[in-house]
């Protein structure tokens, strides 16, 4: 039974498969003192999670309104989509022929736009938002619309507590590691597509726990709008999310635990969140085009830094070196870094690995048959991110080979699926019997993440 302050339990209860409160009420297995505590215990949490997302969103609203246009995330681009909606009017925009803001006056520039997303984040941003040409003091009402975007994101992430009902330790293991990710903050109070794609893919996993646990239909629809407002968002949305819920839902139909009718709606909803991805392939030949403004911003950059003219790296050699760049790039760094921020490094991937072992661990408990919700979600969404990050390096290779470029491996397109990592080192955790050994990895999860908010980088965007 669950019981708060400590982990020492069955793994099949550690994820909710017990429903205590239909315990208490049908079978009164639940004596008075105990449900209380349980309430309470609750209570707290809530309380918790509460606290952390009001520290989230105003730390986050003050990036927004301190952040310097120019600095980190491609804002300028993306306030440029928007403006470009906003002054033609147009649903699908020739992305060839969208122009750049200029960052100081925001009247638009000959400078092409580079980025290659659907339209349409940036459209209802365009629809809810004042003119943004010409108004470059306009631009904090769509940063302060991407806190809340993002704010939405974590209170999911946060909301599965109250469905797992992790004892307090492990509850702490969870929420931390979430509140500290460096780049969540400072992105959320940027204008940034990663934003909404961060919301869709919390409402998506927290609608998978709700779903594995109770079969309900309405948290079977609210997985798929998770992952329509995801994959709209971006390609990686789509990849990630699509493939968290996919197995997710592949697993529960296999296991006949939902209708079989849900299916088709599953297709239904799957194609839909392709749809944008479709209509660019046939229109450009790619879902993610080389557009004439892609083409020029990576032929400039590699060209500033010699990377054109450089020797081309092998592909396991570029495979270690995106590995490496997406280390660096979760604490992103406009200076440079001193022994102690590279020795800081560590914790971040001494924290993967672990999650890695817990994985693992989930996943052999899915081959025996005690899968619990927590190792479906785990396994279904480290499935997601193994095949993601592998496309992911061999596009960045691709233009590495043909231009040079070495800048492709953003930590910050993986935010949909941000909840893997502290959940798979739960899933660690439930596996090992209380000793020392526990003790030590329980601490290190919950204070790992504050020492690298602290000392990862001398300078966080």
């Known amino acids: 039974m669950l019981v708060n302050g400590g982990i020492d339990i069955p793994n099949e209860c550690l994820m909710n498969t017990i429903d205590t409160e239909k315990m208490s009420t049908n079978g009164n297995l639940l004596g008075p003192t105990q449900e209380q505590a349980t309430k309470a215990s609750a209570q707290s949490d809530w309380r918790v999670c509460a606290f952390i997302l009001l520290l989230f969103i105003v730390a986050a609203a003050l990036s927004a309104v301190r952040k310097d246009v120019t600095r980190g995330f491609d804002e300028v681009a993306h306030a440029s989509y928007v403006a470009q909606l906003q002054r033609t009017g147009e649903v699908w925009p020739d992305l060839n022929e969208m122009r750049m803001l200029d960052p100081s006056s925001f009247h638009f520039t000959g400078a092409r736009n580079y980025l290659n997303h659907p339209p349409f984040y940036y459209e209802l941003l365009a629809h809810l938002g004042p003119n943004l040409e010409g108004h470059p003091e306009a631009i904090i009402f769509y940063r302060l619309l991407n806190v809340a975007f993002a704010a939405s994101g974590l209170a999911a992430l946060f909301a599965i507590q109250f469905v797992v009902q992790l004892p307090r330790p492990a509850f702490y293991a969870y929420v931390i590691p979430l509140a500290c990710i460096p780049i969540l903050a400072p992105i959320a109070g940027a204008v940034n597509n990663d934003n909404a794609a961060f919301a869709g893919g919390g409402i998506a996993t927290l609608a998978a726990f709700k779903l594995l646990s109770s079969g ?24 990630l999310v699509g493939g968290m819920t996919s197995c997710v839902l592949a697993w529960s139909f296999w296991q006949q635990r939902l209708p079989s009718r849900w299916i088709l709606l599953f297709g239904l909803a799957t194609a839909l969140a392709s749809v944008p991805y479709i ?21 400039t950059g590699a ?17 270690i070196h995106f590995v490496w760049m997406f280390v660096l790039e979760w604490m992103p760094s406009l200076e440079s870094r001193s022994a102690l921020n590279y020795a800081a490094l560590s914790i971040p991937v001494v924290a993967t690995l672990l999650a890695i072992v817990g994985l693992v661990i989930s996943a052999r408990h899915m081959i025996h048959g005690s899968a619990s919700p927590l190792d479906i979600v785990v396994v279904s969404g480290g499935l997601a991110f193994a095949v993601t990050f592998a496309i992911h390096c061999a596009f960045g290779y691709e233009r590495h080979i043909a231009y040079g470029w070495m800048l492709d491996a953003y930590p910050r397109y993986y935010l949909p699926l941000a909840a893997i990592i502290p959940l798979a080192g739960i899933s660690l955790l439930s596996a090992i019997k209380p000793s020392r050994a526990r003790a030590i990895l329980t601490g290190f999860l919950i204070v790992g993440p504050i020492i690298f908010r602290l000392i990862g980088a001398p300078l966080s965007i």
């Open 216 to 239: 309900n239909r309405a948290w079977f629809i609210a997985a798929l709008c998770g992952l329509i407002i995801a994959a709209w968002a971006k390609l990686t949305g789509l990849l």
């Open 279 to 299: 209509v660019l392939f046939v229109q450009y030949g790619s879902p993610t085009p080389n557009t004439l403004g892609q083409i020029t911003m990576v032929k």
């Open 303 to 319: 060209h500033a830094v010699g990377w054109d003219s450089a020797v081309r790296m092998s592909p396991i050699a570029y495979a």
